[in-house]
């Protein structure tokens, strides 16, 4: 089955520090998408690549597809308290359904 | 208010009994998709309906696991003989055809005790 890794798992950052989190596909995806959960809530959608080598960026944040298709990464400038949550990634191949990532885990501390 | 209710948001119950679960999509999704996460994991994919269609379902879900989506609307997600493992927080997540991105309700936590 479809495997989706990302890395790291956890990631404790000083406010204002920069923080990326990588994701890697065992099979080559026709497109990726990015999703926010906030400690007790639900997944909330970001954004989706579908394009080899994409980028697309939201204020702060910055996705991107790699050439290969088997790759993403977000990385966020900055970041504030509210940025604070669990980031995955959610890669789909030829089917409907999206397969989520393991996640990485942010803390920001003030 | 994201759209997606789900009913209940907590259920507790004995190993062995069934227990159903309710999903209200957003109105004018045609698809919806079951997912089930424990605690430092990922949203693990269950199943998915176009309209009444149910289109797809992991190969790893046990037969105790029954989806259905009568009429295209509303849908539920019936465990049988639960089990210890199948403790979890159970999402419902709705979608348009040629839209991005999952809409999701705030869960229905299952314990199994």
């Known amino acids: 089955g479809q495997q989706v890794m990302q890395i790291p798992q956890y990631q404790h950052v000083q406010e204002g520090e920069d923080f990326t989190t990588y994701c890697n596909s065992s099979t080559t995806l026709s497109n990726i998408q990015w999703y926010k959960q906030r400690p007790g809530g639900h997944p909330v959608f970001l954004i989706q690549l579908v394009k080899s080598g994409e980028v697309k960026k939201q204020k702060r944040l910055t996705f991107q597809f790699g050439e290969a298709k088997k790759n993403s990464s977000l990385h966020i400038t900055a970041t504030q308290t509210t940025d604070v949550g669990t980031y995955f990634c959610?890669?789909?191949?030829?089917?409907?359904?999206?397969?989520f990532g393991t996640g990485t885990s942010l803390t920001v501390i003030p | 208010d994201t759209g997606v209710s789900q009913d209940p948001r907590h259920k507790i119950t004995k190993r062995g009994q069934n227990v159903t679960f309710r999903c209200d999509p957003i109105?004018?999704?045609?698809?919806l998709y079951w997912y089930r996460q424990t605690l430092g994991q990922g949203p693990e994919f269950l199943t998915y309906f176009q309209n009444e269609a149910q289109l797809e379902k992991s190969r790893l879900l046990s037969d105790r696991f029954s989806a259905e989506r009568p009429k295209g609307s509303f849908s539920t997600l019936e465990i049988q003989r639960t089990e210890q493992g199948d403790s979890a927080m159970y999402l419902c997540a709705s979608s348009f055809v040629g839209t991005y991105g999952y809409t999701f309700g705030s869960g229905t936590r299952l314990t199994v005790v």
């Open positions: 109105s004018e999704h045609n698809r």
């Open positions: 959610a890669g789909a191949n030829t089917g409907n359904q999206f397969y």
